[in-house]
T-cell receptor, first 109, second 113 residues
Framework: GIQVEQSPPDLILQEGANSTLRCNFS?????LQWFHQNPWGQLINLFY???GTKQNGRLSATTVATERYSLLYISSSQTTDSGVYFC???????????FGKGTTLSVSS | DAGVTQSPTHLIKTRGQQVTLRCSPI?????VSWYQQVLGQGPQFIFQ???????GRGNFPDRFSARQFPNYSSELNVNALLLGDSALYLC????????????FGPGTRLTVT
């Protein structure tokens, strides 16, 4: 099945810093989602991005499907950005999201 | 509009017991999926239901079963609970069955003692 690898596993930043999270996947995919999991376990949708670039405020994402990777950019990080960021891709049938192990981001003031 | 809702929020069960978790999708969504997330890992796919039919099943034992009702809500049942079933169970809904954006509920945290 499809493998999803995220890097780095952990990231520690000072407030105001920028960061780039990477997601590599092992096969062509139907679609890709980025999520932020808050301390209470809620998965918050960030981007649904099969290809190209999208921006939402301080966050943006780029997926290069032909090269099998996606990047999540966080600019001017805030303490509220702390949490776990997951990349997930759909399996070939489009019935299931396959998640990476996540990147744990800690932003300190 | 209300998001995906799940009940109960927390649950404590004893080994060998059975549990039923419930999920209501976003209004207008016809697909519901279930995921299990153990501490420190990403969610693992259990089932997808679309239009009341099972469309996908992950690598979980037959102790896990689910169904979807005519109003598109869903139940996940787990029989003969094991300690290893302790996890956060997440429900996701989407408009349709294949590769549509999924929206997750707040989860049910199950503890098996």
């Amino acid at each position: 099945g499809i493998q999803v690898e995220q890097s780095p596993p952990d990231l520690i930043l000072q407030e105001g810093a920028n960061s780039t999270l990477r997601c590599n996947f092992s096969d062509s995919v139907n679609n890709l989602q980025w999520f932020h999991q808050n301390p209470w376990g809620q998965l918050i949708n960030l981007f649904y991005i099969p290809s190209g670039t999208k921006q939402n405020g301080r966050l943006s994402a780029t997926t290069v499907a032909t090269e099998r990777y996606s990047l999540l950019y966080i600019s001017s990080s805030q303490t509220t950005d702390s949490g776990v960021y997951f990349c997930a891709v759909f399996n070939q049938a489009g019935t299931a999201l396959i998640f990476g192990k996540g990147t744990t981001l800690s932003v300190s003031s | 509009d209300a998001g995906v809702t799940q009940s109960p929020t927390h649950l404590i069960k004893t080994r060998g017991q059975q549990v039923t978790l419930r999920c209501s999708p976003i209004s207008g969504h016809k697909s519901v999926s279930w995921y299990q997330q153990v501490l420190g890992q990403g969610p693992q796919f259990i089932f997808q239901y679309y239009e009341k039919e099972e469309r996908g099943r992950g690598n979980f034992p037959d102790r896990f079963s689910a169904r979807q009702f005519p109003n598109y809500s869903s139940e996940l049942n787990v029989n003969a609970l094991l300690l290893g079933d302790s996890a956060l169970y997440l429900c996701a809904s989407s408009l349709a069955g294949a590769a549509y954006e999924q929206y997750f509920g707040p989860g049910t945290r199950l503890t098996v003692t």
